[in-house]
């Protein structure tokens, strides 16, 4: 609706991490590091934690993209609220485990499908990996055995299957009540928000990427955005793509700090009175 007026390609604060559209923070390019060295190293897992809103579920597609058909298969568990069954048998489908008939769904059936998975990958030298985000509701539904079950199954070295356990912080109190598990993670990432710099180099890639070629945000337009988001990429796309809509609708040229401080009045912070 705006992209025209800005005169831009594309609307700039989509919710994609794919390239162009990643902007290799500090923060995140490191993380993607030790996160390759656990799966390149052949580790049996890792933890990926942080607030919401700060990118985790985007590094696991970015790390996926980058180790390409090295790390397959690669499985991405979004709902892990499910029984032990269910879990285990959701999570061989979605590694291609091969297939039992007739299929009962057993526990006792998907731990050998997997294990037969397990065994393909070992003989083909590659390496299967399973991203299990939200992690932090496995503590309400005691599936975290369920994990420490599947880490098991892939005791070797190197590991055959690696577990990428993501969730918010308070994923960490409840590792910290199964030190079973908690020991068998080679890397700890912690994501933390933009600092003020990030986040005005972030709005600026952002921009760029999607075809600016003048100012849009002043200096201290953008020093509000990280003010009002406190640096999470996830507010800053919400805010900035308000402000970008709004601006537009009152043709202004270019986006000052009362601009954005008025859009995150009027659309962002409303509650009911």
Not at 254 to 261: A, D, K, L, S, Y
Request: net charge negative; charged share 20%; hydrophobic share 40%.
């Amino acid at each position: 609706m705006y992209e025209s007026y800005w005169q831009l390609a594309a609307k700039p604060f989509e919710p994609s991490g794919e390239a162009p559209w990643y902007y290799p923070s500090e923060v995140h390019q490191a993380a993607l590091l030790k996160l390759r060295y656990v799966l390149e190293s052949g580790r049996a897992a890792a933890l990926i934690t942080g607030g919401t809103g700060l990118g985790k579920s985007m590094l696991v597609g970015a790390l996926k993209k980058q180790l390409g058909d090295r790390c397959t298969p690669f499985a991405h568990l979004v709902l892990p609220q499910m029984s032990t069954r269910e879990m285990l048998a959701y999570v061989a489908n979605e590694l291609s485990a091969p297939p039992v008939e007739p299929a009962t769904f057993s526990i006792e059936e998907s731990l050998r499908r997997i294990q037969c998975l397990i065994a393909e990958v070992t003989r083909t030298g590659k390496q299967a990996v399973l991203a299990i985000d939200e992690a932090h509701l496995l503590a309400d539904s005691f599936s975290l055995e369920t994990v420490r079950l599947l880490l098991n199954l892939s005791d070797g070295r190197p590991a055959a299957l690696t577990l990428l356990i993501v969730g918010q912080t308070s994923l960490l109190t409840a590792l910290d009540r199964q030190p079973g598990l908690e020991e068998r993670l080679s890397v700890k990432v912690l994501l933390r928000p933009f600092t003020v710099e990030e986040t005005t180099s972030y709005v600026m890639h952002r921009l760029a990427v999607a075809g600016a070629r003048h100012e849009i945000f002043t200096t201290e337009g953008l020093a509000r955005v990280h003010e009002l988001t406190g640096g999470n990429p996830r507010r800053i796309n919400r805010l900035c793509d308000l402000v970008l809509l709004i601006a537009f609708a009152e043709e202004r040229q270019r986006i000052g700090p009362e601009h954005v401080e008025q859009v995150s009045n009027e659309l962002v912070t409303v509650a009911p009175e």
